[in-house]
């Protein structure tokens, strides 16, 4: 028997339901994400550290769960919440169901809720601070009280909090599941990579492309990083709002000018922008989901992404020296920049599409290619 649960927003809207994870108190952020797969993925992605998603796919857990698509080993969501409770999974990857998953983990999830109305409420009035709570003690009262009691997402660094302890090697490249094997890096580049909740697929492009990694904690000074001697840096994913992130700031303005060739992504990407001089602004309700379209405004190409951000690099405040490179087809806003005076790139994005579509994995193309000419421009000099 499902308990029940509670969802508050903290204008003291109440979605009651039932509960179909841990029994729990959690608050956060609450957004909606349209992706119809990829449920593990999403929860298990860094970037939604304290922040409770709501799909809006009425059939969630139809896949079960498995260890290899978890994208760092952990749930960071703050909760979850969908129309139906699941039903037994039917996939031969599964190894547990996902309301086990989910307790096992420690995560509350709400369903059997009318997330249609839900999702109409953050789409008018943006994402909501909130909270879910489930388990014998929850009341409505005590929900909307943790609601009223998270101070929202804005000026959090979350990335420090998200970061791995201490570097690691990375050189393992996708899985091919007619095998069960993986691909491993020819170690061509040595890039250095700044987790700031980084997700597995991207080291995992980034091996495929030839990359053998070093994973560095959010805070490693450039000159730790220079002292590698790598071929480039990558800036990852991660939580949070990027403003408050100045030690990541400061250094990628080293990077930048000794011409490292960089690239970011997503939390990346809005670091990149603020080390060159752009602002970032809180989006209403963000972008989450697995249909986007973006236009790649050199060639005038359309793709379709997935994207999970709440913040944004203001366009209007790009100074002379970068360029856009990618906008959003749903609201105009800036989705990828790259410097006119240094080899550096960055994408809004998630071309390592875990989950999604694959359309825009060429965004990791200038980033390899710098590296390339970079290493034949030494080649030449010596
Ligand atoms: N996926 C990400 O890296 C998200 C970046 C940032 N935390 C945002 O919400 O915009």
């Not at 969802?7 to 179909?20: C, H, I, R």
């Not at 290899?68 to 169901?97: C, H, K, M, Y």
């Not at 094997?181 to 091996?207: Q, T």
């Not at 970032?280 to 050199?298: C, E, I, S, W, Y």
Request: hydrophobic content about 40%; proline content about 7%.
């Amino acid at each position: 028997m499902n308990q029940p649960a509670f969802l508050a927003l903290a204008d003291g809207t109440v979605f009651e339901g039932l509960s179909f994870g841990a029994p729990v108190l959690r608050a956060g952020e609450v957004v909606f994400n349209t992706a119809m797969t990829g449920y593990q993925e999403i929860l298990s992605d860094p970037s939604y550290a304290r922040q409770i998603v709501t799909l809006t796919y009425p059939h969630i857990g139809n896949t079960g769960c498995t260890d290899e698509d978890d994208e760092r080993g952990q749930v960071f969501a703050a909760g979850l919440v969908v129309r139906e409770l699941p039903t037994p999974p039917s996939n031969w990857r599964t190894q547990v169901d996902l309301p086990r998953w989910l307790s096992e983990r420690g995560l509350p999830a709400i369903a059997e809720i009318d997330t249609r109305k839900l999702t109409r409420i953050l789409r008018d009035r943006g994402a909501q601070n909130g909270a879910l709570m489930a388990g014998p003690d929850a009341t409505a009262e005590k929900a909307i009280e943790a609601a009223r009691g998270f101070s929202g997402l804005l000026g959090m660094d979350l990335a420090r909090e998200v970061t791995c302890g201490k570097p690691f090697e990375w050189r393992r490249g996708s899985l091919d599941l007619d095998t069960g094997k993986e691909a491993e890096s020819s170690g061509e580049f040595h890039v250095v990579a700044y987790d700031f909740g980084c997700k597995h697929n991207i080291l995992r492009m980034l091996a495929d492309r030839g990359c053998r990694i070093t994973v560095v904690p959010a805070q490693t000074p450039a000159a730790d990083v220079f002292a590698m001697n790598p071929d480039g840096v990558f800036m990852s994913n991660g939580p949070g709002d990027p403003e408050p992130c100045g030690y990541a700031i400061e250094a990628i303005r080293s990077f930048l000018a000794q011409k490292t060739p960089l690239f970011g992504i997503c939390l990346g990407h809005q670091l990149l922008g603020l080390a060159a001089g752009a602002r970032t602004v809180k989006m209403k309700f963000g972008h989450h989901g697995a249909n986007h379209p973006v236009q790649n405004l050199d060639s005038g190409q359309v793709m379709i992404s997935s994207q999970n951000h709440g913040f944004a690099v203001d366009e209007a405040t790009l100074p002379a020296n970068v360029r856009p490179t990618y906008r959003s087809l749903f609201d105009g806003s800036l989705q990828g920049i790259g410097l006119t005076d240094a080899p550096a790139y960055s994408f809004q994005g998630h071309p390592e599409a875990s989950p999604g579509p694959h359309d825009v994995a060429p965004v990791f193309d200038p980033f390899i290619n710098a590296m390339r000419e970079a290493r034949s421009a030494t080649a030449k000099a010596s």
